[in-house]
């Protein structure tokens, strides 16, 4: 395991040695990235563009982190990752792996990923990609399985979910967030259990 957990979130801390850190990849387009821990100053940038993306009705709910504060209550303590150009350094997206709620214990870790892609970056690969790396870190880091719930609207994410190997559709949340038009969408569970599987077949 590449975290260290006590009871208290604060403690998880990424062993970047060991997750090969910072991560250099291509993207489908063929621009170089690198894959890091997130600053605290990118926390701020990762919330900017999920603040522009609920405001849009993408993904995020319009009420679902009110401030800044309550989005850095949500991830701090918990693994974070940026993925910026190589050449300009400058954030494409990111992830964070949260505890998920649905588990109900301490003895078994199951994630809960916040992802984002800069509006500007949307459709080119970079969701599906950064969805590859959120499995691949999380047996990395020894979570036990990854339950993601997105909204029904959210067409994009359901595809790079439903087209990943091992996931299954296990639930329909009727109120899963809500509008910027005031209207409530509903929201899909999806569930990956990483438990018999080696890192190397993480993908299938
Ligand atoms: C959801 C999100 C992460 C997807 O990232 P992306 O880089 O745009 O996605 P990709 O380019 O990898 O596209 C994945 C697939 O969805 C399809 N797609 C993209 N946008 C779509 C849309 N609006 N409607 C339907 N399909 C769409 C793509 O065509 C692609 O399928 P293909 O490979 O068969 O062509 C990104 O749009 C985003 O950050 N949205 C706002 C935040 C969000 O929704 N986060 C997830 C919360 S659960």
Redesign the pocket.
């Known amino acids: 395991m590449l975290i260290e957990h006590n009871s208290n979130r604060d403690s998880w801390k990424v062993d970047r040695d060991m997750m090969h850190l910072p991560m250099h990849a291509t993207l489908p387009d063929g621009r170089h990235i690198t894959i890091d821990t997130i600053t605290d100053g990118q926390i701020s940038d990762m919330y900017s563009l999920?603040v522009a993306?609920a405001v849009n009705g993408?993904?995020?709910g319009v009420d679902e982190y009110p401030t800044e504060k309550d989005f850095r209550k949500e991830v701090d303590g918990y693994p974070s990752f940026v993925l910026c150009g190589k050449e300009c350094g400058k954030m494409i997206?990111a992830f964070s792996l949260i505890d998920s709620k649905f588990y109900r214990g301490t003895e078994n870790k199951l994630v809960d990923p916040?992802?984002?892609?800069k509006k500007s970056?949307?459709?080119?690969?970079?969701?599906?990609?950064?969805f590859r790396q959120v499995v691949l870190f999380s047996k990395r880091l020894g979570f036990t399985g990854i339950y993601?719930?997105?909204?029904s609207n959210?067409?994009?994410?359901m595809?790079?979910i439903e087209r990943c190997p091992g996931f299954q559709r296990v639930g329909h949340f009727p109120l899963g967030g809500k509008m910027p038009d005031g209207t409530l969408v509903g929201a899909n569970l999806y569930f990956k259990d990483l438990r018999n599987i080696s890192e190397d077949n993480t993908l299938g």
């Open positions: 999920i993306a993408h993904g995020f997206g916040i992802i984002i892609v970056e949307r459709g080119k690969g970079i969701g599906d990609f950064i993601t719930d997105t909204f959210n067409h994009a994410m595809k790079i």
